[in-house]
């Protein structure tokens, strides 16, 4: 199974919505999130195959690359708390809950029997044209071929 795929269902298992293309793509869809909603934007992915020792049969893929867990933002919203410490800022709102949708979509990922090389995060607000708030993630992972969930 290849890994847009593979994203793609797990994404949509925790009710995100899933996209997948080159960043300029991405950054016109829709024009503008949509409230309370989790979007999942699947960045072009490396593929790399793996051979057998021998060099005669592809053993694995290994797959690496980026997507944003964003949500829809504030453009005017504070960062943290630099203007006014009673009100909430885009990390509490929007970046924080996504650490932990995070960590559940490599967690799933982990426990399928695929190799996770790299699994990391920034933050990022106000990102895309869309302005969205939320994380730029990086993965690697390895899957053998034939793999099927």
Request: glycine share 8%.
């Amino acid at each position: 199974m290849d890994i847009v795929r593979f994203l793609q269902q797990i994404a949509e298992g925790q009710n995100l919505i899933y996209h997948y293309g080159k960043k300029a793509a991405l950054n016109l869809l829709e024009g503008k999130g949509e409230p309370n909603t989790t979007y999942f934007l699947h960045e072009i992915t490396k593929r790399k195959s793996e051979y057998n020792d021998t060099g005669t049969k592809i053993v694995a893929d290994n797959y690496s690359g980026k997507f944003f867990l964003v949500k829809q933002s504030d453009l005017d919203q504070q960062y943290f708390a630099e203007r006014d410490p009673n009100q909430t800022g885009k990390f509490t709102q929007n970046i924080e809950p996504l650490l932990t949708v995070f960590q559940t979509l490599g967690n799933k990922i982990a426990c399928r029997g695929i190799a996770v090389h790299q699994w990391e995060n920034i933050d990022v607000t106000d990102a895309l044209d869309a302005n969205m708030d939320g994380l730029l993630c990086s993965y690697s992972v390895r899957i053998p071929v034939g793999y099927e969930q």
